[in-house]
């Protein structure tokens, strides 16, 4: 099982960008996709997340607005559009799979880093003018 996070990069804030979760060697579909950053010195935080099923979604309270999260099953990928970027959200940010299907959401804390299966490589977001 691999994940393949891309699309990170260097923008001024106010810009958008979309990252994209690449999923390869999954024998089933009903997993969630989760995007996780971190920026240097902070905890790693859940920023969205997809189920498999109804595509339910999740998203933390500083994104929501700005960021969209979507898949495409035919293609095993997962899409997070982030839009209006603030340097806040500079981070490295990590793609990461849960076999266990719906997105957990823990009260007061997110998305649970425990409940996830697979992480991909991570890709470099910067938001700097």
């Known amino acids: 099982v691999q994940l393949q996070a891309s699309g990170g990069g260097l923008l001024q804030p106010g810009g958008s960008l979309r990252l994209s979760c690449a999923a390869s060697?999954?024998?089933?579909?009903?997993?969630?996709i989760g995007w996780f950053r971190q920026a240097p010195g902070k905890e790693r935080e859940g920023v969205s997340c997809?189920?498999?099923?109804?595509?339910?979604?999740y998203y933390t309270g500083s994104v929501k607005g700005r960021f969209t999260i979507s898949r495409d099953n035919a293609k095993n990928t997962v899409y997070l559009q982030m839009n209006s970027l603030k340097p806040e959200d500079t981070a490295v940010y990590y793609c990461?799979?849960?076999?266990?299907?719906?997105?957990?959401?823990?009260?007061?804390?997110?998305?649970?880093?425990?409940?996830?299966?697979?992480w991909g490589q991570g890709t470099q977001v910067t938001v700097s003018s």
């Open positions: 990461a799979a849960s076999l266990f299907g719906p997105c957990t959401v823990v009260v007061g804390t997110g998305l649970p880093v425990y409940e996830y299966d697979y």
């Open positions: 060697g999954f024998t089933r579909d009903d997993y969630a």
């Open positions: 997809i189920s498999s099923s109804d595509r339910t979604t």
